[in-house]
Nanobody, 125 residues
Framework: QVEFVESGGGLVRPGGSLRLSCAAS????????MGWFRQAPGKEREFVAA????????YYADSVKGRFTISRDAAKNMVSLQMSSLKPEDTAVYYC??????????????????WGQGTQVTVSS
């Protein structure tokens, strides 16, 4: 059983910034690859960003490159997503993801081992 604590969602105006955080626990000694997916109403859950277990390699969806930055505590299963220059099309529920293998831009939502509960991000004027 893996438990998640997510925080940081909310309402922001276009061009604004938000920071999402996630901590996964429940598997002592296991370091996960971690990332974020998002799901807008009526759409499938899609990859946003991921970071390797050692924190060295990062991956981003083309739609967020240059605007979002993922980081992690290399010693813990904790990950953050700094989102800047937000656009209305970034509006979605953002889900923290953890995987015993790797996460990357080609990872499908169905392949992810564990999910957080999700946090709403709304970008609107």
């Amino acid at each position: 059983q893996v438990e998640f604590v997510e925080s940081g969602g909310g309402l922001v105006r276009p061009g604004g910034s938000l920071r999402l955080s996630c901590a996964a626990s429940g598997r002592p000694g296991t370091r996960f690859a971690m990332g974020w997916f998002r799901q807008a109403p009526g759409k499938e859950r899609e990859f946003v960003a991921a970071i390797s277990r050692n924190g060295i390699i990062t991956y981003y969806a083309d739609s967020v490159k240059g605007r979002f930055t993922i980081s992690r505590d290399a010693a813990k299963n904790m990950v953050s997503l700094q989102m800047s220059s937000l656009k209305p099309e970034d509006t979605a529920v953002y889900y923290c993801a953890a995987d015993r293998a790797d996460l990357g831009s080609g990872t499908l939502a169905s392949e992810v081992d564990y999910w957080g509960q999700g946090t709403q991000v709304t970008v609107s004027s």
